[in-house]
């Protein structure tokens, strides 16, 4: 469906639209149908990534000189919208794929190591997962564990303890975080590494509240072989990269399933009748409505500046923040509106707006918690106005 947002069409090529129409058939023909089933059965079938592939899904970002669609990250935010408007798990697997699996090695790996990876992680042949969180490690990288020791011959292998990783068991490539020693001031060196996710040892299918059908995973790295993607002591930059990426990903997620639990409320107050007339003619149900739709629309607004700005090539970590945190609470808020508007049937599983509600409830977490995106805004707010009024404390 063309988006109701018009503003966004100004910054779209013809070509970019006829992707999305693309996306749109494709998510109403392989997605729409099943999701309710995959959250049920809570997993999604191999061979719907490798139709994703086919349909240029999983390479929208890359360059077509690698096999990509190269696509303005406008055009993935929306295309990813798309799809979590029916199914928050798949959305949620492309997004991370597109942003973090293909984007890290894509733009850190040599050229070497990329004529391994490139096409075959952009046509569907195979699935990626990107490794960072650690019992003990999430957005406070420093926490990381894992370790890469490297042998004699060159070779690098890596041990460690991996903990909710987004397709993790489902995968046939990892790109992996491990720490490869300490640097001049006694800090961790942090790496990044490609491995066969057949030689990790699985732990488990870590159950979740939401995103049911995406495989959350839990595993062990004991000696496995691996290659280094980049520079040694530069995976921690890589890293906090290309999660500027992944946010806006996680935004466009967000307004995705606010949207589609708003879609279905919408619906239910047009159909659905009490005390002799329709819901939608009750004010409280029609306010609340307003408010879904106001928030939406303010996060959509908030997104398109980090596109525009990836567009031109300039830095948008701040901006990343400012739609991911704003997008990911008012997609929780208009589910929860939704499913009030619908009542004891949107409590139920008859309807997607229960699925929506939890599946949303991730966003204010992953890709940086809501408490960290506050951080990360208030530290560039305070050091702006500590440049302007002249108040920078003296460094000890």
Known sequence: MLHPNSLYYDHLKPEELAFLKKTADFVAREIAPH????????????????????????????????????????CFC???????????????NMAAHNALCVGHPLGHASDELKKKIFPSVLNGDWMVAWALTEPNAGSDTGGVET????????????????????????????????????????????SAFWIETKHIEPVRKVPTTG????????????????????????????????????????????????????EIAKQRMLTRRQFGKRIADFQAL??????????????????LPPCVMHARGQKFSLEASFAKLYASEAASRAANSALQICGGWGYTRDTSVERM?????????GEGSSEVQRLIISRVVLKEAEEKYGLAEPKK
């Open 286 to 303: 029609q306010f609340r409505l307003a408010d879904c739709e106001v928030e939406l629309r303010a996060a959509e607004a908030l997104l």
């Open 357 to 365: 509600w939890r599946d949303a409830r991730l966003c204010e977490i």
């Open 147 to 190: 370790t890469a020791a490297q042998s004699p011959d060159g070779t690098w292998r890596l041990n460690g303890h991996k903990l909710y990783i987004t397709m993790g068991l489902h995968s046939d490539r990892m790109v992996v975080m491990a720490i490869t020693g300490r640097d001049e001031k006694g800090k961790k060196e942090f």
């Open 211 to 262: 995103v049911r059908a995406s495989n959350t995973s839990e595993f062990y790295l004991k000696d496995v072989p691996a290659e280094m993607i980049g520079a040694r002591g530069k995976g921690q930059h890589a890293a906090l990269a290309c999660l500027d990426g992944g946010r806006l990903g996680i935004a466009a997620m967000s307004i995705g399933l606010g949207r589609g639990a708003v």
């Open 78 to 92: 929306l295309a990813i919208e798309e799809i979590a408007r029916h199914c928050g798990a798949f959305a949620m």
């Open 35 to 74: 999701a309710a089933a995959w959250e049920e059965k809570e997993e999604l079938p191999r061979d719907l990534f490798t139709k994703a592939g086919r349909a240029g899904l999983m390479g929208m970002l890359a360059p077509k000189s690698v096999g990509g669609q190269e696509l303005s990250m406008l």
